[in-house]
């Protein structure tokens, strides 16, 4: 696992200079460029009892480097938020849990573009946990004091998964929409329980600008 994330985070400096070099094969030029989200994210498994959505948001920057003139593979890095909302129910509790988990990630999408304005894309993305906010709050006094706050060291710490994309082009302006599926679990370990909260879902509505 952690040598897919390392080699798979090897990919986005070697993606920059490799496919600089390849577009001399394609008529569209390569362009840098630097892209804000407004997120809706979810933990998503079967066994929770109440899942609500949480919002926040996502800046990085990315390389789009055409292949050929349809075809391109861009490389990002940046900041996003994932977290969720949901009731939970154990044996000897049961309450509600709001988290809010920041990442930096590192998607690699390859994108197809049938025209010059449309673009669709799907790659692979890893990510680390940097900084984590999480609350339980317990429905039950007799059981736990009634509120416990978490951290970064709470959570599993990698996430990894798939992403599909699709946007417009106008010039040097991209908007579009990105929904990114985790395949980890999050983990956490905390005195009120431990084991699997789901995984990753993320609803990502951008705007990028292109250099």
Do not use: C
Not at 37 to 49: A, G, I, K, Q, R
Not at 76 to 102: C, M, P
């Amino acid at each position: 696992m952690k040598k897919t994330i390392f080699l798979l985070g090897l990919l986005i400096p070697f993606s920059f200079s490799t496919f600089a070099q390849m577009d001399d094969d394609a008529d569209k030029e390569s362009k840098v460029g630097i892209r804000g989200s407004f997120n809706l994210t979810n933990w998503y498994e079967d066994e929770l009892d109440d899942k609500n959505l949480k919002a926040g948001f996502g800046v990085g920057i990315f390389y789009r480097g055409f292949v050929s003139d349809n075809f391109s593979i861009q490389p990002e890095i940046g900041f996003t938020q994932k977290g969720s909302t949901f009731e939970y129910d154990v044996l000897w509790a049961d309450g509600e849990v709001r988290g809010i988990l920041n990442y930096v990630e590192l998607p690699v999408l390859f994108n197809i573009h049938p025209t010059d304005f449309l673009h669709i894309g799907a790659g692979p993305y890893v990510a680390t946990l940097i900084s984590a906010k999480a609350k339980a709050v317990d429905d039950d006094g007799d059981s736990f004091e009634g509120e416990e706050s978490f951290d970064r060291d709470n959570f599993q710490t990698f996430d990894w998964g798939f992403a599909i994309d699709a946007g417009l082009d106008f010039d040097n302006v991209s908007v579009g929409a990105r929904y990114g599926l985790g395949l980890q679990n999050v983990e956490w370990d905390t005195d009120l329980a431990e084991g699997d909260l789901g995984k990753n879902s993320a609803l990502q509505i951008y705007i990028g600008f292109m250099f």
